[in-house]
């Protein structure tokens, strides 16, 4: 049932754009679950997911540079031009810091803050003793995922 809600959605491609760029997830909500997630909280749903697509296509467009890179150094390319062993190390090492801030970035998202905000939901949604509290602890759910992603509008 979860899948059949589930939709993609293309956005507008500007010059350039790839299908990273283009690409949304879209969840159908039909009644009685829309009088807890409005539509307006679907959009905060998107932008988290669009955040954590951000950085798995910088993960794996690093992950390919480092393929390259691998292909390169390993091979003639430095043999043929020693002067670029420096340069492409330095690379290397730069490469090396986006990844790790890359996988901590992505760690924390998964783990501090999905992880750790679904628990405290879940109890609460076991806590509920009506529907205001289901429409609370979604709403509190929400703000907190928003809010450790950085992706409140006074933070930006």
């Known amino acids: 049932e979860v899948l059949e809600r589930l939709g993609v959605k293309l956005l507008r491609a500007s010059p350039g754009d790839s299908g990273w760029e283009v690409f949304s997830l879209e969840y159908r909500v039909d009644p009685p679950l829309n009088a807890i997630i409005t539509q307006a909280q679907l959009k905060k749903y998107r932008n988290v997911f669009h955040l954590l697509w951000r950085?798995?296509?910088?993960?794996?467009?690093?992950?390919?540079?480092?393929?390259?890179?691998?292909?390169?150094?390993?091979?003639?390319?430095?043999?043929?031009?020693?002067?670029?062993?420096a340069p492409l190390h330095q690379v290397g090492l730069l490469r090396a810091r986006m990844m790790h801030l890359v996988s901590n970035l992505s760690s924390y998202m998964m783990f501090e803050v999905l992880e750790e905000s679904w628990a405290k939901l879940i109890t609460s949604l076991d806590e509920a003793k009506d529907m205001n509290d289901l429409v609370l602890a979604h709403e509190s759910y929400l703000a907190e995922i928003t809010w450790r992603a950085l992706l409140t509008p006074d933070l930006a």
Not at 58 to 67: A, F, G, I, P, V
């Open 55 to 85: 950085l798995k296509r910088t993960d794996h467009s690093l992950n390919k540079s480092w393929r390259q890179h691998m292909l390169g150094a390993k091979g003639r390319l430095t043999k043929r031009l020693p002067g670029l062993a």
